[in-house]
């Protein structure tokens, strides 16, 4: 049985073995390489920092949409129900929601975007008997409801 050959080099005073039996001839050739893999390291970052850029613009120019909405009035306001064992339990925090209000005013859909979901479904109850002013066409709402037992 014959074994393989192995090459090796001299690299900055250290033995190289290329343990793919290619040939390494000499110091120039590993050199000639480097630059290959260096390109090919910086297109990998690169390429994976390209995609967040177009995802922050978009957040940013829909904040400032967001900043230039007018909001419509409320005329009728409930505030949402705490039950008790919710409060005791100190389950607090902020909800979030969208509210689609038609032309009339009134509101018609409530979802939730970001907040406890036991939470969610008192604001949401409440949201839905809202009434606003009236406006020449349907618009959604941004409602934020802050939780917080202690002052209930």
């Not at 049985?1 to 190289?16: D, E, N, Y």
């Not at 995609?51 to 400032?64: D, E, R």
């Not at 618009?139 to 202690?150: R, Y």
């Amino acid at each position: 049985m014959r074994l393989p050959q192995v090459s090796t080099l001299a690299f900055w005073g250290r033995l190289v073995i290329d343990r793919r039996f290619r040939s390494v001839r000499n110091l120039t050739d590993v050199m000639s390489r480097l630059p290959l893999a260096s390109l090919t390291l910086l297109l990998c970052l690169v390429a994976v920092a390209t995609p967040a850029l177009p995802a922050q613009n978009a957040q940013n120019a829909q904040g400032a949409q967001n900043a230039t909405k007018p909001h419509r009035k409320v005329l009728v306001m409930f505030e949402p129900e705490y039950p008790t064992i919710l409060k005791n339990g100190h389950f607090e925090g902020q909800v979030r929601l969208e509210a689609t209000v038609l032309a009339t005013g009134t509101v018609t859909k409530v979802e939730c975007k970001g907040g406890n979901p036991m939470l969610a479904q008192y604001a949401q109850q409440a949201v839905m008997r809202w009434k606003y002013a009236p406006a020449p066409a349907q618009t959604v709402e941004d409602v934020v409801f802050v939780f917080n037992a202690n002052s209930h």
